[in-house]
């Protein structure tokens, strides 16, 4: 079965301080993976995807995200973190149909 | 327009009433989806909806019954609820299957408290 697993429930990183949100995903085949971003009260809003070919994918609001098969990983990062990211962030891996599997998420806390 | 509405954002409700959350989008998209969000945890799938057609039902107690009464619009009708199905319930949408596009659009959520 598809799985998603954040080890990280909390990171706090000072304002202008580069992230790395680990994602590390358990799939039979090529997965289909996501990183989604949820504030608080909010919906979640897709950051970024990969499905196939180049496995650096760049995302809205400056996040990208690289993919390692040979660590079943999918890592999120940014340069340079704004107080505005301060968020729930979640990884997640497309299943078998219409399913999307998420992660527990990770906490994002921008110190000032 | 890449909206998902819902409504009520709040609803309070006691274990015996009836009430239902809508949820409706205007892009056209063919798939549609209701999750359920504890605190602290991640949104668990509940149901969705192709071409109008329930595909998936994640083995969801009948208290919850959903409906699709055309491509834009989706219910999700509430009877007899328990105060551990107090939660944050998100409708979404896709363009297809979630396969072929990976790209779920969320509604902010319905905020649920049953007493």
């Known amino acids: 079965a598809q799985s998603v697993t954040q080890p990280d429930i909390h990171i706090t990183v000072s304002e202008g301080a580069s992230l790395e949100l680990r994602c590390n995903y358990s799939?039979?085949?090529?997965?289909?993976l996501f990183w989604y971003v949820q504030s608080p009260g909010q919906g979640l809003q897709l950051l970024l995807k990969?499905?196939?070919?180049?496995?650096l994918v760049q995302g809205i609001k400056g996040f990208e995200a690289e993919f390692k098969r040979s660590q079943s990983s999918f890592n999120l990062r940014k340069p340079s973190v704004h107080w505005s990211d301060a968020a729930e962030y979640f990884c997640?891996?497309?299943?078998?149909?219409?399913?999307?599997?998420f992660g527990a998420g990770t906490i994002l806390r921008v110190k000032s | 327009d890449t909206e998902v509405t819902q409504t009520p954002k709040h609803l309070v409700m006691g274990m015996t009433n009836k009430k239902s959350l809508k949820c409706e989008q205007h892009?056209?998209?063919?798939?549609m989806y209701w999750y359920k969000q504890k605190a602290k945890k991640p949104p668990e799938l509940m149901f969705v909806y192709s071409y109008e057609k329930l595909s998936i039902n994640e083995s969801v107690p009948s208290r919850f019954s959903p409906e699709c009464p055309n491509s834009s619009l989706l219910n999700l009708h509430l009877h007899a609820l328990q105060p551990e199905d107090s939660a944050l319930y998100l409708c979404a949408s896709s363009r297809e299957r979630l396969a072929n596009t990976g790209e779920l659009f969320f509604g902010e959520g319905s905020r649920l408290t049953v007493l």
């Open positions: 892009m056209g998209h063919r798939a």
């Open positions: 799939y039979g085949a090529t997965p289909y």
């Open positions: 997640a891996v497309g299943a078998r149909g219409n399913k999307l599997v």
């Open positions: 990969y499905f196939s070919g180049d496995t």
